[in-house]
Structures are given as C-alpha cells and as structure tokens.
C-alpha cells in the first residue's frame, strides 16, 4: 500500500464551488504538505503542518485553507474555486529529523 | 532568500547517451540538495539527496549528482541513458541544519530520450 494517498486523484468542478483535496499517510511522519504544480514553475508551497496544532501559510496561500485532522490527515480546501486554481495538487510528509519529502500521486483538479 | 534554477527547461538525449541536468542554488548556509523525477502520471520520487560528507552522492537508478559549494550547484549525472528515464526531474533545497522543513522547488528539466 502506498505510503501517502490522495483523494480524489481527478477532480472537475465549476467557478465558485467549494472542494476539498484529501491527503491521508501511513509513514508516522509529524510534518505535512500541501504543493501545486503548474508547467514551468514547478512546485509551489501552499500550506503546511509540523503537527496537529501547528499549521503555517506558504508562498501562494490565497484561496486556500486547510485542516489538520490528525497526525496521519492533512486536508486543503478551496473556499470558492477559480479557473486559475486549475492544477496538479500534490501533498507531502517528512519527519521532523529530516527534511526529506515524502510525496503522495497528485490530485489533478479543473475548475471550469 | 533561498532560489533554485534549473537552466535546461527541455534536454533531448539518445538512449545509451550519457546525461547531465543542471541545477543551480542560492542560499547562504550548506543547504540540503535533493533530486527527484516525477514520470508521466505519477508523484515525484527522491532519487537522491546530499545533507553532507563527500560531495558525491550515488542515488537509484544510477543517478548521480555532485555538490559543489564553489558554484553553488549540484548537477544530476547518468552515464548511460535508459528510455524509462524519460521524465521531468526537479532539484530542490532545503534549509540545512535550521531545519525548517520547508523545500524550495527549481521549475523542472523535462528530459525527452530519443531511441
């Protein structure tokens, strides 16, 4: 079984609905992340988490929420969804000694 | 602030070719330096990191890369390419021993192996 599971692996959803992109791990790890990717620009930081009570903006948080469920659940939200949010989601874990990255398969979303 | 740059936004390489994708940083400290390679449809897989020690690191699928503090870079070597390389690849940094958890993504280097 893989060690991160997104859910949904394929979302398409409409200008200003509300969706959330699940993101659930199996490997223990206290820290969680939440990244998009677009062509050419790599992967930017939206959110993330050192543990349950501690959760902190990245670079391009706008738009976005999330909730930390648990240890092993670490959820991103759209509030009201815009064409321009149209990407590859991904999430991550790493533990607290390392800052090696831990990535999940990706959510690819479309906002119509 | 931290940045990585990854000047090659595409590289075409024939099969049994050897290959070399730059990476460039900037960050004031020794940074941790990570490679990873996300193929068609899938996630991004580490294919390796340094933290410190020798500044030749050995990875999977017989990548390599190598630091060097003068230039601040830390390029991916294969001496002989496979057509299942065929992927995007993505160098990052992270904060060294302040640890921050937090990575800095260089914008990718799609790389094309032609038969």
Not at chain 1, 52 to 70: L, M, P, W
Request: glycine share 8%.
């Amino acid at each position: 079984d893989a060690d991160v599971t997104q859910t949904p692996r394929n979302r398409i959803t409409k200008t200003g609905k509300r969706i959330m992109l699940e993101c659930s791990q199996t490997k223990g790890h206290d820290r969680m992340y939440w990244y998009r990717q677009d062509p050419g620009l790599g992967l930017r930081l939206i959110y993330y988490s050192f543990d349950v009570k501690d959760i902190n903006k990245g670079e391009i948080s706008d738009g976005y929420s999330v909730s930390r469920q648990a240890q092993a659940k670490f959820s991103l939200s759209l509030e009201s969804a815009i064409p321009n949010q149209t990407a590859l989601y991904f999430c991550a874990t790493s533990a607290i000694i390392s800052e090696t990255q831990y990535f999940g398969p990706g959510t690819r979303l479309l906002v119509l | 602030a931290q940045s990585v740059t990854q000047p090659d936004i595409h590289i075409t390489v024939s099969e049994g070719a050897s290959l070399e994708l730059r990476c460039n940083y900037s960050y004031g400290a020794t940074p941790y330096l990570f490679w990873y390679v996300q193929s068609p449809g899938q996630g991004l897989q580490l294919l390796l990191k340094y933290f410190s020690g020798d500044t030749l690191v050995q990875g999977i699928k017989g990548f390599e890369a190598e630091f060097k503090r003068s230039q601040s870079s830390f390029n991916l070597r294969k001496p002989s390419v496979h057509w299942s390389d065929a992927a995007e690849y993505f160098c990052a940094v992270g904060a060294g021993s302040s640890n921050t958890g937090k990575l800095i993504f260089g914008q990718g280097t799609t790389l094309q192996v032609k038969p």
